[in-house]
């Protein structure tokens, strides 16, 4: 087969201009995706709040449990970008393929540092996508929950259609069915819709103090019953562990 020259002339003016159009776009991009990895802008105090409480950050979370030194392929970095008032960098969760024990996995992690975890609709069509790739692939899911459920101000548009909240529990469900595994670690609280994901789950790993599962947190429990009950009381691990 004849090999097909190029004709570029490298050394001409349109070509230098060309090139240093392309590089601009691709430096844009790569300081885009580095913001959405960094938490976005003056997210100093809710990155330093949430270390304050003996957390971990989102990403070092997924390098902790994945094998040392492998590649993680990060799935929709900039969802969420130009929209919500650029205050949801990366739509507030990550996704992506990881490999665990030689084993490659789907990722779903919440930023708690992103609106203490909740869901904005675009986390939710990012969380979807994920399990639609694990599907296609075959692979399992790993949940990383730190989730305060469905962003308040914006429910309303959560649950409009199929790649919505109700679809993420679905799809957990028939993954499940398929013999895919479903891994939940509960690494902060995980109310209303954030709640499902671990009781979805084949397999579930509570931080004893921290994690925290329930429909509705304290407050909600006051203002029905007027009991006063802690957090961990309620949805600790301990409760979910002994109790049935």
Same mark, same amino acid.
């Given at each position: 087969?004849?090999?097909?020259?190029?004709?570029?002339?490298?050394?001409?003016?349109?070509?230098?201009?060309?090139?240093?159009?392309?590089?601009?776009?691709?430096?844009?991009?790569?300081?885009?995706?580095?913001?959405?990895?960094?938490?976005?802008?003056?997210?100093?105090?809710?990155?330093?709040?949430?270390?304050?409480?003996?957390?971990?950050?989102?990403?070092?979370?997924?390098?902790?449990?994945?094998?040392?030194?492998?590649?993680?392929?990060?799935?929709?970095?900039?969802?969420?970008?130009?929209?919500?008032?650029?205050?949801?960098?990366?739509?507030?969760?990550?996704? !992506?393929?990881?490999?665990?024990? /030689?084993? $490659?996995? %789907?990722?779903? #992690?919440?930023?708690?540092? +992103?609106?203490?975890?909740? &869901?904005?609709?675009?986390?939710?069509?990012?969380?979807?996508?994920?399990?639609?790739?694990?599907?296609?692939?075959?692979?399992?899911?790993?949940?990383?929950?730190?989730?305060?459920?469905?962003?308040?101000?914006?429910?309303?548009?959560?649950?409009?259609?199929?790649?919505?909240?109700?679809?993420?529990?679905?799809?957990?469900?028939?993954?499940?069915?398929?013999?895919?595994?479903?891994?939940?670690?509960?690494?902060?609280?995980?109310?209303?819709?954030?709640?499902?994901?671990?009781?979805?789950?084949?397999?579930?790993?509570?931080?004893?103090?921290? !994690?925290?599962?329930?429909?509705? /947190?304290? $407050?909600? %429990?006051?203002? #029905?019953?007027?009991?006063? +009950?802690?957090?961990?009381? &309620?949805?600790?691990?301990?409760?979910?562990?002994?109790?049935?």
């Amino acid at each position: 087969m004849r090999r097909i020259e190029s004709r570029i002339d490298t050394g001409s003016a349109s070509y230098a201009e060309n090139r240093a159009a392309y590089e601009a776009m691709v430096a844009t991009l790569r300081e885009r995706q580095q913001v959405a990895i960094d938490g976005g802008h003056g997210r100093e105090r809710s990155i330093e709040r949430h270390l304050s409480r003996g957390k971990v950050l989102v990403r070092d979370r997924i390098d902790m449990v994945t094998d040392h030194e492998s590649a993680f392929l990060e799935f929709s970095t900039l969802s969420g970008f130009g929209q919500y008032d650029d205050e949801v960098p990366g739509g507030g969760i990550v996704t !992506g393929i990881g490999i665990v024990h /030689g084993v $490659p996995w %789907v990722f779903i #992690a919440n930023d708690a540092t +992103v609106k203490g975890g909740s &869901l904005v609709p675009v986390a939710i069509k990012k969380h979807v996508r994920a399990q639609e790739i694990a599907e296609e692939n075959g692979l399992g899911v790993i949940y990383l929950v730190d989730s305060g459920g469905a962003f308040l101000p914006l429910q309303d548009e959560i649950f409009p259609d199929k790649d919505h909240f109700g679809g993420s529990f679905y799809r957990q469900a028939r993954l499940s069915a398929k013999g895919l595994p479903q891994l939940s670690v509960v690494l902060g609280g995980c109310t209303a819709g954030g709640a499902y994901v671990p009781a979805l789950s084949d397999e579930v790993i509570m931080v004893e103090g921290i !994690g925290r599962i329930f429909l509705g /947190g304290p $407050p909600l %429990v006051k203002a #029905a019953t007027g009991e006063e +009950v802690s957090a961990q009381d &309620l949805g600790g691990a301990e409760v979910h562990t002994s109790e049935s």
